[in-house]
């Protein structure tokens, strides 16, 4: 398993932290919830095992969580929580995601950034 991302963003003075995780091979999941006071205000789930067919390499793995987490930063920044999260809605489920447009998503990302490498800290 590897390691979840964690993001605390605020939103029109409202602060939301943001988790993403791979539940791991036994429950191939990618789970992200957005909280705020300490509730569940939204989730976002891509359950990965039945579109694949071998196991996920980490890197894979890494790209499609990052993916996600950056999609619900961004529902967070342009306000799409607020009425869910003023109201203590239930978090509502979003649509599932196609592994195959996360995996090409993945795949530009990768051919972008061997295009342009990130500059060498050196120590």
């Known amino acids: 398993m590897l390691p979840g991302i964690n993001t605390d963003v605020t939103h029109a003075g ?3 932290h943001v988790q993403t995780e791979d539940l791991g091979t036994k ?3 990618i789970l992200t919830l957005v909280y705020r006071d300490g509730a569940v205000v939204f989730r ?3 359950d990965y095992g039945q579109t694949l067919v071998a196991e996920p390499s980490a890197s894979l ?3 499609l969580m990052d993916g996600q987490h950056r999609r619900v930063l961004r529902h967070v920044s342009d306000g799409e929580l607020d009425a ?3 109201g203590r809605e239930p978090p509502a ?3 599932p995601k196609n592994v195959e447009d996360l995996i090409e998503e993945y795949l530009r990302s990768r051919r972008r950034n061997s295009a342009n490498p990130a500059p060498r800290r050196e120590p």
Do not use: I, S
């Open 14 to 16: 409202v602060e939301y």
């Open 27 to 29: 429950n191939p999941v």
């Open 44 to 46: 976002e789930t891509l």
């Open 61 to 63: 793995l890494r790209a």
């Open 84 to 86: 869910r999260a003023g």
């Open 93 to 95: 489920a979003a649509p």
